[in-house]
C-alpha cells in the first residue's frame, strides 16, 4: 500500500505535469502518468478528479480525444478560447489528437526523465 507523502508527492507530480501542458494543447491520462514513469492513468485520473479544480484541468482529455466526463461543454469553451483543435462528427465533436497532443519533452519521450532519481515515481 501506498504511503500517504508518496500519494502527495504524486498529486502533486501530476499537478505539475498537468500546469506544464501549454494552451491549445492536450495530454491524455496515460500521458500525464507516462511522464511520471508511470502507469497508472486512474491515479491521474483520481488526482483530477480531487484537486485539478485549480489546474487546467480542460487540458487532460480521454485516450479517444474525448475532454473530462460530465465537463465537455465547459471544456469545449476552453478549447475554443485558446484555439485547440477540434475535429467535429456527424453527431459529436472531439479534440484533433494529431494536432492538439503535447508532450513535455523535445524529442517527444513522454518518459523521458523517468529514471532520474529526483523523478517522482508512481506509488500506486
Not at 19 to 32: E, L
Not at 65 to 91: C, D, S, W
Request: hydrophobic share 40%.
Amino acid at each position: 500500500m501506498p504511503s500517504d507523502d508518496a500519494a502527495v508527492d504524486f498529486g502533486a507530480a501530476v499537478a505539475e505535469v498537468v500546469r506544464m501542458i501549454p494552451s491549445g494543447h492536450v495530454m491524455t491520462y496515460g500521458d500525464v502518468a507516462a511522464a511520471l514513469g508511470s502507469r497508472a492513468s486512474r491515479a491521474v485520473g483520481k488526482v483530477m478528479a480531487h484537486e485539478g479544480a485549480d489546474l487546467p484541468w480542460w487540458r487532460v482529455v480521454r485516450a479517444g480525444g474525448h475532454p473530462p466526463l460530465h465537463h465537455e461543454a465547459r471544456a469545449l469553451q476552453h478549447y475554443r478560447a485558446e484555439g485547440t483543435p477540434l475535429v467535429q462528427g456527424t453527431a459529436a465533436w472531439r479534440l484533433d489528437m494529431r494536432r492538439a497532443r503535447w508532450s513535455p519533452t523535445a524529442d517527444g519521450d513522454p518518459t523521458a526523465g523517468a529514471d532520474d532519481p529526483g523523478f517522482p515515481r508512481d506509488p500506486f
